[in-house]
């Protein structure tokens, strides 16, 4: 089946520190990956993806490259702010067992300090 | 569009008492989702609809969750009776039809239940 595997967190950084957090998957198919984040006391959002290797998707600073040769998807920014500080989640949709419901990693909180 | 509308916010309730939660998803999604959020389990599904109809309840872990849609801008959850491992964020999200796998999930605010 397919899973998900992220860091586990909470990742703390400082202010305009550079952040990684690592993002693993398992597929039967070929998937389309997501990065969704989650702000203190909201619902998940989309953040970014990428539907084919070697796409990167990126958005509000952060990037993430699709790897198909390390079937990894991790998440990059090169200096974190405060406002960043969130729970990030993993996503793969992999539509060759016949569904295109996504399946979720369990969040890497991360934590900036000014 | 004001985005996945979800009532209440926060819910307490003593155990063994009926609770609903309501979502109104985005006007013209053709699918809704229910998750639930625990430090201990993480995000996992409990159910879904496409066009008002249930798909899968596979998450739905017991008996005493239900869940029903009767129409295209208004879905509960029912917890009956409630324990207090039931005690989590409940997410309600609702999609586009989804005709290929890029298509993305639009997440309400949630609602924070507590059973005593």
């Known amino acids: 089946g397919n899973s998900v595997t992220q860091m586990e967190g909470p990742v703390t950084l400082s202010e305009e520190a550079f952040l990684t957090i690592n993002c693993t998957y398992t597929?039967?198919?070929?998937?389309?990956l997501f990065w969704y984040v989650q702000y203190p006391g909201e619902g998940l959002q989309l953040l970014l993806k990428?539907?084919?290797?070697?796409d990167k998707g990126s958005n509000k600073g952060f990037e993430a490259t699709y790897r198909k040769e390390t079937t990894s998807f991790h998440l990059e920014k090169g200096s974190v702010q405060v406002s960043d500080s969130a729970v990030y989640f993993c996503?793969?949709?992999?539509?060759?067992?016949?569904?295109?419901?996504?399946?979720f990693g369990r969040g890497t909180s991360l934590i900036v300090h000014p | 569009d004001a985005g996945v509308i979800q009532s209440p916010r926060h819910e307490v309730t003593e155990m063994g008492q009926e609770v609903t939660l309501r979502c109104k998803p985005i006007?013209?999604?053709?699918?809704l989702f229910w998750y639930r959020q625990t430090m201990m389990r993480g995000l996992e599904l409990l159910i879904y609809?496409?066009?008002?109809?249930?798909?899968?309840d596979s998450g739905m872990p017991e008996d005493r969750f239900s869940a029903k849609m009767p129409n295209a801008s208004f879905s509960t959850l029912k917890i009956q009776p409630s324990e207090p491992r039931d005690s989590a964020v409940y997410f309600c999200?609702?999609?586009?039809?989804?005709?290929?796998?890029?298509?993305?999930?639009?997440f309400g605010p949630g609602t924070r239940l507590t059973v005593l």
């Open positions: 999200a609702s999609s586009f039809l989804i005709i290929d796998s890029t298509d993305t999930q639009y």
């Open positions: 597929a039967t198919g070929y998937p389309s």
């Open positions: 990428a539907t084919k290797a070697d």
């Open positions: 996503a793969l949709s992999d539509p060759s067992g016949g569904s295109y419901i996504p399946t």
């Open positions: 006007s013209g999604h053709d699918y």
């Open positions: 609809f496409n066009n008002n109809v249930p798909i899968d």
